[in-house]
Structures are given as C-alpha cells and as structure tokens.
DNA sequence: AGGTACGTAACGAACGTTGGGTATGTACTC
DNA sequence: GAGTACATACCCAACGTTCGTTACGTACCT
C-alpha cells in the first residue's frame, strides 16, 4: 500500500523541468513539445505523459520553477550587500534581476518569450501579475526602509517608486536581450545605478 | 501583359494583415495560424496563400505592417505638444507609447506577444533590435534639445538617457498589461512625469 | 479567349494524447 | 529467504487532429 518510491518522483519532475527549460531558453514557447522536450532528456513522450498529464499541466510547472529558480537562484549581488538594508538592497535586487550573465540571459530569455503564451491565456495572465505584483511589494519593503533611513525622499508614494523601479528593469532586461552588444553587464549597472542616484536625489541622508 | 488588376492587391495584403492583427491580439502567436487568419476574415487558406507564399513571409509582413501603423498612428500627447521641443516633447514621445487607451494596449500586447518569436529567431530579433534602437535615436534627439534648452543636467550621456527612459516606458507596459487595473492611464501619466521629473533634476532651468 | 482571383480538396508532417507491453523493483507468504 | 503478486516506470506504437503547403477547379473580368 505504501508507495514503493523506486525512483524520486519529485526529482524526474525536477529533470523534466529543466529539459522544458533548455528547450525554452533555444526555441522558445513556439518550439515547445512534448517530442522535442523528451529528446532532450534522452527520453520519449510516454515519460513525459507519466509525470503530468497534459502539455498544459507542463507548461505551467515549467513557469513555477522558473519562478521558484528565480526566487531561490544565487543572488550575487544581494548577498554580497549581506543584511544592508535601505537602497543598497533596493541596488541588489535590481541587480540580481538583470541579464548580467549568460544563465540569467537565459533565464530572462525565457521571462520574456512567456509573456506571449501568458498574455493570451486569463489564468497564466493572473499568475504572472500576481508574482509582479509580489516582485513590487518586496522591493517597497526595501524602499520603505531606504526612506526611513533618510537615503530616499519622502515626497513619492512607497507604490509608486517600486512600480517605477521595477519598470524600469524590465524594460532594461527587453532592450539588453535584443542588443546585449550595446548593453554589457558594466552599462546595465551604470543605468541602474543612474537611475538611483536621480531617485536619491531629493533624500534627507546625504545632505 | 500589364496586370488587369481586378482587385487592389495592396488593398487585400493590408487587409490580409488586419485579420493577422485581430488574431494575434486575441490569442497571441502561438495562436496565429492560416486557418485562423482566413476564418477571422471570411476566406480561405488558397487566398492567404495566394498573397503570401509562406506563413513566415505573412508573419514578417505582419510585424512590418505593426510597426508600421506604431509610427504612423495618432499620436495625442504628440500632436497636443505641436512643434514644442525639448522635454515637452520627450514626455509627448513617452506617452505615446504607453498603453492608454485599449487599441493601444492591443498594439502592445502583440509587440510585447512577438518578442517570444522575435527571440528565438536571429533575423526577426536583429530586426526588433534596429526598430528598438531607431526608437532610442528619435529619443535621443529630443533628449539633446532638452539639454540645449537646460531643461535636462548635461552630465549624463546622450545615449544613456535615451536608453533609461525606453527601459522605463517598457517595462511600465508590461506591467500595465498584465495589471491594467493596478495601472489605470492616469497611473502611467503620473509615473512618467515623476520620472520626468527626476531626470530633470540637476538641470540649469529651473533653478 | 485568356489570365487573374479565389475556393476546394487533399497532401505529408507534426502535434498532443492514449493504450498496451515489458521490464524492475517492493511487499507479502510460507 | 525463495517464490509469488503487484504496482511502478518507462518505451513503443498508434490514434485522431491540426498544421503549412500544394494542386486543381471555377468564376469573373478585360
């Protein structure tokens, strides 16, 4: 009666996951089967099917632990600021979202190409809102602790400069996936850093 | 031997383009298929095929035909804004972009829908690479009017300016479209002219 | 009469999905 | 502790559908 637990199942999930990943991060949602995700693990379809039940049910696994990936992936430039609080951590996560190197390309790669499929379908399109909508909550943490400590001003609501931060990333991510000559890891962080610095301005801290 | 030309065959191809176009709004590209695009308009296959020889040679028409009407639509902030140069008509520019209105959000959700695409194949993102960055010079221009008329600081490059305002106005899309009621039009406009505002700081005019 | 415009129908390929078939390991029996 | 029963993991093959594409037929205009 007890599960017999030949294999992990948690971890072909895991397997399967990560081929969804490497076939998304080339061809993109529209190069996405089942055919062409079991040759890239080396398997076929049936394994795929004794997993998840649909192509849909995959998809939307494959998107959670992108998420997950994103949410639990090294953060360098985060950990490397250690327990700072204020604008240096509010630096760190606009940093670590950004395609400074080719895994978080790739990552990010497939962020965008997912907007396709998640546009058109309501749920997906709910899903992805949702983590945005937690992405600018987390950062209005920081922020909120960045304008305690003096470092930004008090003038703009909390809401409104994550919205505006996190905007801002997103749309740097868009242009440095497009042209990644013209947007090196060294550009990106000088336009973030830019960017905090016009946001600072105003701040009671360093005056 | 000159074509009788019984139909307007420019005619047709656009209209070809405006079933490719309601299509892709509804169900995004991993939807747009020749069937699809000859039921949307009342026809069949044999026509679409009679006007384009592929399926990508339709959907590289379409995506010029998209760009296209970009450039050439109404533009409201730009046209209130007349001859004004400067900052007035970088807002103008910014706002333009954004999706206020719902023909606008449809536009943008089939630009932001293509970069799944675009990504994945290299001359359909060399191609979306040059549109972004024509877009950041047409930017830049005003840009350099604006630090002309002092209305901008001069310490800051051209070129990165441009840039950061293209990435703020992206990704504010983005999240508009997938949270449209977190960011009502009124929103958008406030967001922009806060940024505005702060990259104005440090210019000569004001002051 | 002749060529253009377009519908009709069919092609092969690829898709998601389903249903056996075959190992391989665990659980139970004596 | 060997033998049986059984569930699991997976491959293999095929299903019906839908895809892009092609060939062919027909109506219409000049």
Redesign the interface.
């Known amino acids: 009666m007890t599960p017999p637990a030949r294999t992990d199942h948690d971890a072909r999930r895991i397997e399967v996951s990560q081929a969804v990943w490497r076939v998304l991060a080339?061809?993109?949602?529209?190069?996405l089967t089942l055919r062409a995700v079991a040759a890239e693990m080396g398997a076929t379809t049936g394994l795929l099917t004794h997993y998840f039940p649909s192509k849909r049910a995959l998809l939307k696994h494959a998107l959670e632990v992108l998420d997950r990936r994103s949410a639990d992936r090294p953060r360098p430039a985060a950990e490397r600021a250690g327990e700072a609080s204020g604008l240096v951590m509010v630096r760190a996560t606009l940093l670590d979202i950004l395609p400074l190197d080719a895994e978080s390309a790739a990552s990010n790669?497939i962020w965008?190409?997912?907007?396709?499929?998640?546009?058109?379908d309501p749920e997906l399109?709910r899903e992805?809102?949702e983590r945005?909508?937690r992405a600018r909550e987390r950062m209005a943490g920081h922020i909120a602790q960045a304008k305690e400590l003096g470092e930004l001003p008090l003038g703009?609501p909390t809401d409104?400069t994550a919205?505006?931060a996190?905007?801002?990333?997103?749309?740097?991510?868009?242009?440095a996936?497009?042209?990644p000559r013209?947007?090196p890891a060294e550009?990106q962080i000088?336009?973030v850093d830019?960017?905090l610095a016009?946001?600072g301005?105003?701040g009671t801290a360093g005056e």
């Open positions: 080339v061809h993109g949602f529209g190069g790669r965008v190409a997912s907007w396709d499929v998640a546009l058109a399109a992805h809102a945005y909508r703009t409104d919205a505006a996190q905007s801002f990333v997103l749309g740097l991510v868009v242009q996936l497009f042209a013209e947007f550009r000088a336009l830019e960017y016009r946001v301005d105003g």
